[in-house]
Structure formats: structure tokens, C-alpha cells
């Protein structure tokens, strides 16, 4: 027995291996002519045969894509197509945008005139949108022959826009005498350059105060004239847009800093005092009779010394006072009824005259002693 190769003249064809056991050939530049049934005989009593199927796969070729112009004014609708041929069996295609997988797409497969490969295209249809700016939109092709390395397009699109304004202010609490400074964020494609500010639909009343420097408006000293609508205008040449924003200047907040509670006074002993201490005692008195809510309004601890000082001066004088009062109302009293005690023990009247003359050396002696 023996096995039978046929050549056919095609030199892409060669025998690789022939022995009683096997026959093999090779096939070089595979061609889709190439598809079809081969037969391997073993010349035996009886014939023996073999038949394999070869398969070719029809490689898609780099896919393009079509449809775009530059640049894209937004809301323009964009139909961006994406097509493949030479594939077999027919190739997937699939849309992406910045790696994110779009569903909604349609699919169309042609078969080529050689009857054997197909044309695959895909079409995307959306509106542009200033988010579409900068995005990547990709086709990729995949197919078994490619062994998972799929082909890919890509572009990248530029879209048009007007501008977006947004004011930002410095201070969320103007008051008068402070600075603010309020930019003018403004997007757009092509950028916008410069800005445009206004205040109440004219022109900047004070422009020494008033300095605008790039997108930014910086006004200094802050007083209540300043009030208003403040409005930033962006243009590029596919339009215009503006926003506004309203400045209210705040008085001056009144920030209280932490004080020495000093104890109250007794205003009425100071009071009951006044026509008869000092100079010093009535200014005393005028300090502890003030409105409770200015002394608190007082700051720095060094008012809440001399007031303290103040005090215990007042309270010591008063205090010497009323010892003094009492010291003078006993001591009189006792003079009193000494001279009276002599005059009461004499039995005649000579003697009492001569017992009110002892009374009044032992009174001038008290008095010497008082003094």
C-alpha cells in the first residue's frame, strides 16, 4: 500500500513528510481560494480515504472613520461611520467614548463581490455638546483571526461652544472700609478674551477704586455708594453670555473683646455719702451710678483695675466716716452726764457750784484727753 500526492502545479503546495505511516504537506500565502475539501487516499485492498475541510478566514482590514468635520458647533448633529472589509466571517464592530462603550448604534454587513468576504459599518449619530469637547471616540474591529487583538480608530473631537460665566466673590461679608475682589470664571471654545464689567447697566463709577485686572474686579475701601449689580459679559465668536451679581456693603461689625467682671457696688451708702466725702468719694459715686451695660461695654483690664481701686477707697473713707460719727456721738454723751452727776450730788447749792467747777477741770481734763 502506498499513499498518492497530487501536485496540481501549485508551488505554494509542498510534501512535508510521506512515509508508509503518514503524508504531509504544507500550504504557504493562504489565499480564500484556498478554502475547501482535501482528500488523502491510501492505495490498499480495499481504497482507503480521508477528507478534511479547510477553513480560511477572511482578515478585516484597519477600519476608518468617516464623517467628521473640524470643528463641530454645538448642538450640530454628528453621523461619524466606522467601516471594515475583507472580513470572513463578518467582523463586530463596536463604538467607545473616552473607553466608555456607546449601545446605540446601527450595523450594516455587505458581502464583497468575490462572494466570500463582507464589508461591516457602524454609524454613530448624536448631538455635539460642549462635554464632547476634547472626547476620544474609538471604533474597534473584532474578529477570530485577529487573536483578541482587535484593530482600532480613533478621533478626537472639537466642539464649539459659547461661553459659560460664573462670578466668584472674595467675601461673603463685604463691610465698609474692606477690599473684595470678584473674578469672572468664563468658559468657552474658542476661550473668550477679556471680559466686560459693568455696574447697574453702565460703566464703573469709580475707576480709582475700582481696577479691573484680567477677569478680576478688585474694589478698595468699601462704603455704601458701592451697592449694586455688578454683571461680567464673556463673547468669543460663536456668541455672548453674562451673569450677575448683587453687592451689599455691611456696617461695620462692633466685635466686643473679653472684660474683667468688677463686683457691683452699694450705690445707695455711696449715694447717702455724697455731701459729705471728697472730691474723690463724688467721683466715685458717678462711676458706680453709670448704665451697667457701658461698664461691661469696656475693654482692656486696666479700667477694671482703677475701678476696683476706686471702690475700696470709697468703702474705706466711708467706713472712717461712720467710726468717726459714732466715736464723737459717745464721747459727747458722756461729757454730758459727768457735769450733770455734779450738780445732782451736792446737797446745797454752794456746794454745787463748787462740785461744777471740779466737773469742769475734770472736763477740761477730757477734753484735753479728747484732743
Given at each position: 500500500?502506498?499513499?498518492?500526492?497530487?501536485?496540481?502545479?501549485?508551488?505554494r503546495?509542498?510534501?512535508?513528510?510521506?512515509?508508509?505511516?503518514?503524508?504531509?504537506?504544507?500550504?504557504?500565502?493562504?489565499?480564500?481560494?484556498?478554502?475547501?475539501?482535501?482528500?488523502?487516499?491510501?492505495?490498499?485492498?480495499?481504497?482507503?480515504?480521508?477528507?478534511?475541510?479547510l477553513?480560511?478566514l477572511?482578515?478585516?482590514?484597519?477600519?476608518?472613520?468617516?464623517?467628521?468635520?473640524?470643528?463641530?458647533?454645538e448642538?450640530?448633529?454628528?453621523?461619524?461611520?466606522?467601516?471594515?472589509?475583507?472580513?470572513?466571517?463578518?467582523?463586530?464592530?463596536?463604538?467607545?467614548?473616552?473607553?466608555?462603550?456607546?449601545?446605540d448604534?446601527?450595523?450594516?454587513?455587505?458581502?464583497?463581490?468575490?462572494?466570500?468576504?463582507?464589508?461591516?459599518?457602524?454609524?454613530?449619530?448624536?448631538?455635539?455638546?460642549?462635554?464632547?469637547?476634547?472626547?476620544?471616540?474609538?471604533?474597534?474591529?473584532?474578529?477570530e483571526?485577529?487573536?483578541?487583538?482587535?484593530?482600532?480608530?480613533?478621533?478626537?473631537?472639537?466642539i464649539?461652544?459659547?461661553?459659560?460665566?460664573?462670578?466668584?466673590s472674595?467675601?461673603?461679608?463685604?463691610?465698609?472700609?474692606?477690599?473684595i475682589?470678584?473674578?469672572?470664571e468664563?468658559?468657552?471654545?474658542?476661550?473668550?478674551?477679556?471680559?466686560?464689567?459693568?455696574?447697574?447697566?453702565?460703566?464703573?463709577?469709580?475707576?480709582?477704586?475700582?481696577?479691573?485686572?484680567?477677569?478680576?474686579?478688585?474694589?478698595?475701601f468699601?462704603?455704601?455708594?458701592?451697592?449694586?449689580?455688578?454683571?461680567?459679559e464673556?463673547?468669543?465668536?460663536?456668541?455672548?453670555?453674562?451673569?450677575?451679581?448683587?453687592?451689599?456693603?455691611?456696617?461695620?461689625?462692633?466685635?466686643?473683646?473679653?472684660?474683667?467682671?468688677?463686683?457691683?457696688?452699694?450705690?445707695?451708702?455711696?449715694?447717702?455719702?455724697?455731701?459729705?466725702?471728697?472730691?474723690?468719694?463724688?467721683?466715685?459715686t458717678?462711676f458706680?451710678?453709670?448704665?451697667?451695660?457701658?461698664?461691661a461695654?469696656?475693654?482692656?483690664?486696666?479700667?477694671?483695675?482703677?475701678?476696683g481701686?476706686?471702690?475700696?477707697?470709697?468703702?474705706?473713707?466711708?467706713?472712717?466716716?461712720?467710726?468717726l460719727?459714732?466715736?464723737?456721738?459717745?464721747?459727747?454723751?458722756?461729757?454730758?452726764?459727768?457735769?450733770?452727776?455734779?450738780?445732782?450730788?451736792?446737797?446745797d447749792?454752794?456746794?454745787?457750784?463748787?462740785?461744777?467747777?471740779?466737773?469742769?477741770?475734770?472736763?477740761e481734763?477730757?477734753?484735753?484727753?479728747?484732743?
Amino acid at each position: 500500500s502506498h499513499f498518492i500526492f497530487t501536485h496540481c502545479g501549485d508551488n505554494r503546495i509542498e510534501l512535508v513528510r510521506a512515509s508508509w505511516h503518514e503524508l504531509s504537506i504544507s500550504v504557504s500565502d493562504v489565499s480564500l481560494s484556498d478554502e475547501g475539501q482535501y482528500t488523502c487516499s491510501l492505495f490498499t485492498m480495499p481504497v482507503k480515504t480521508s477528507k478534511a475541510f479547510l477553513t480560511v478566514l477572511g482578515v478585516p482590514e484597519k477600519p476608518q472613520i468617516s464623517g467628521f468635520t473640524s470643528p463641530v458647533m454645538e448642538g450640530e448633529r454628528m453621523q461619524l461611520t466606522c467601516k471594515t472589509s475583507g472580513s470572513k466571517p463578518a467582523a463586530d464592530i463596536r463604538w467607545f467614548k473616552n473607553d466608555k462603550e456607546i449601545k446605540d448604534v446601527k450595523y450594516l454587513k455587505e458581502e464583497d463581490a468575490n462572494r466570500r468576504t463582507f464589508t461591516v459599518s457602524s454609524t454613530l449619530d448624536f448631538r455635539a455638546d460642549r462635554s464632547d469637547d476634547g472626547v476620544v471616540v474609538s471604533c474597534r474591529v473584532d474578529h477570530e483571526s485577529l487573536n483578541s487583538t482587535p484593530q482600532i480608530a480613533r478621533q478626537v473631537l472639537e466642539i464649539h461652544y459659547t461661553p459659560s460665566v460664573k462670578i466668584i466673590s472674595s467675601s461673603s461679608w463685604p463691610e465698609e472700609g474692606q477690599s473684595i475682589v470678584l473674578t469672572c470664571e468664563s468658559k468657552g471654545k474658542p476661550l473668550p478674551e477679556p471680559v466686560l464689567w459693568t455696574k447697574d447697566g453702565g460703566e464703573l463709577p469709580d475707576p480709582e477704586r475700582m481696577v479691573v485686572n484680567g477677569r478680576d474686579l478688585r474694589i478698595s475701601f468699601l462704603n455704601k455708594t458701592d451697592n449694586g449689580t455688578y454683571r461680567c459679559e464673556a463673547t468669543n465668536p460663536i456668541g455672548q453670555n453674562s451673569t450677575e451679581y448683587v453687592l451689599i456693603v455691611h456696617d461695620v461689625s462692633n466685635t466686643l473683646l473679653p472684660t474683667t467682671v468688677i463686683p457691683s457696688l452699694t450705690t445707695a451708702t455711696v449715694t447717702t455719702t455724697v455731701a459729705l466725702t471728697t472730691s474723690t468719694a463724688t467721683s466715685a459715686t458717678a462711676f458706680s451710678t453709670r448704665d451697667p451695660n457701658a461698664l461691661a461695654g469696656q475693654t482692656g483690664p486696666d479700667h477694671a483695675l482703677i475701678g476696683g481701686i476706686v471702690a475700696v477707697v470709697v468703702f474705706v473713707t466711708l467706713c472712717s466716716i461712720i467710726l468717726l460719727g459714732r466715736y464723737l456721738a459717745r464721747h459727747k454723751g458722756t461729757y454730758l452726764t459727768n457735769e450733770a452727776k455734779g450738780a445732782e450730788d451736792a446737797p446745797d447749792a454752794d456746794t454745787a457750784i463748787i462740785n461744777a467747777e471740779g466737773s469742769q477741770v475734770n472736763a477740761e481734763e477730757k477734753k484735753e484727753y479728747f484732743i
